[in-house]
């Protein structure tokens, strides 16, 4: 059903933006990144709890972070950048690819959204991936089990994971007529690598980012907007607005 919704953003004829989103548009609404050295992930490993050996060898610590980081979720508010990220779709055939596990696209009115790396307000089975489950409020129960019997763990990528929704991901570029990166190092694979998926070299790019994402591979018309995406991603959906609805 999921790669069914989508087959209408690749078929479209309207105009399509395709938006591509890490932790930076999110640490605007004051959602912590890994990489931060405070809040949450002050006090948690990334391998004592976001890889397969952490969830069989310490699935209590895992379990607790996953539940500390939805209780915390549950406080944030979509920010100026999800806003007109989604504002978009009034005019375009927008499409959000997030690294993000966070749900603030959704929140703030996207109504296609593809989580590369997984949905932290969902929980799926340790045996069958398919069988994924919404999770009420924000507390996991450590014993938790699906229908099938097997015990539940959050809906998250882990690092060293299979990413499944890179496939419809990287089809969904091909497609764009204009893509938009925002909050991402580029750093991380495979996700990094969406945006060599463009499907000719006159597909403009545009890169809003404070810091210096690595764009060294990058053949397209390139335009870096250094704001945060809270700043930048208003403006360039201004002007988008303008050219693209004369």
Same mark, same amino acid.
């Given at each position: 059903?999921?790669?069914?919704?989508?087959? &209408?953003?690749?078929?479209?004829?309207?105009?399509?933006?395709?938006?591509?989103?890490?932790? %930076?548009?999110?640490?605007?609404?004051?959602?912590?990144?890994?990489?931060?050295?405070?809040?949450?992930?002050?006090?948690?490993?990334?391998?004592?709890?976001?890889?397969?050996?952490?969830?069989?060898?310490?699935?209590?610590?895992?379990?607790?972070?996953?539940?500390?980081?939805?209780?915390?979720?549950?406080?944030?508010?979509?920010?100026?950048?999800?806003?007109?990220?989604?504002?978009?779709?009034?005019?375009?055939?927008?499409?959000?690819?997030?690294?993000?596990?966070?749900?603030?696209?959704?929140?703030?009115?996207?109504?296609?959204?593809?989580?590369?790396? %997984?949905?932290?307000?969902?929980?799926?089975?340790?045996? &069958?991936?398919?069988?994924?489950?919404?999770?009420?409020?924000?507390?996991?129960?450590?014993?938790?089990?699906?229908?099938?019997?097997?015990?539940?763990?959050?809906?998250?990528?882990?690092?060293?994971?299979?990413?499944?929704?890179?496939?419809?991901?990287?089809?969904?570029?091909?497609?764009?007529?204009?893509?938009?990166?925002?909050?991402?190092?580029?750093?991380?694979?495979?996700?990094?690598?969406?945006?060599?998926?463009?499907?000719?070299?006159?597909?403009?790019?545009?890169?809003?980012?404070?810091?210096?994402?690595?764009?060294?591979?990058?053949?397209?018309?390139?335009?870096?907007?250094?704001?945060?995406?809270?700043?930048?991603?208003?403006?360039?959906?201004?002007?988008?607005?303008?050219?693209?609805?004369?």
């Amino acid at each position: 059903m999921l790669y069914l919704q989508y087959e &209408n953003i690749i078929m479209s004829r309207k105009k399509k933006i395709v938006v591509f989103t890490g932790a %930076g548009v999110s640490a605007d609404s004051g959602i912590a990144t890994f990489r931060d050295a405070d809040g949450l992930w002050a006090n948690y490993r990334i391998e004592q709890v976001c890889t397969p050996a952490a969830l069989k060898n310490d699935r209590a610590k895992v379990i607790e972070f996953y539940n500390l980081r939805r209780k915390e979720s549950l406080t944030k508010k979509p920010n100026e950048g999800h806003v007109a990220i989604a504002d978009m779709e009034q005019w375009a055939d927008v499409c959000v690819i997030t690294q993000n596990v966070d749900d603030l696209h959704e929140q703030a009115g996207s109504t296609r959204v593809v989580h590369l790396h %997984g949905e932290l307000m969902k929980l799926r089975s340790e045996e &069958n991936p398919e069988l994924i489950y919404d999770i009420k409020g924000w507390e996991q129960s450590l014993d938790e089990r699906g229908e099938d019997g097997a015990l539940l763990r959050p809906h998250i990528v882990f690092f060293g994971e299979n990413v499944p929704m890179f496939e419809l991901a990287s089809r969904i570029v091909e497609q764009a007529d204009i893509l938009i990166v925002v909050g991402t190092s580029l750093a991380v694979y495979p996700a990094a690598s969406l945006v060599y998926y463009v499907r000719d070299k006159q597909v403009p790019i545009y890169l809003v980012d404070p810091g210096m994402p690595d764009t060294s591979m990058i053949q397209n018309p390139l335009t870096h907007i250094k704001e945060r995406g809270a700043v930048g991603v208003p403006l360039l959906v201004k002007k988008l607005r303008e050219e693209l609805t004369r």
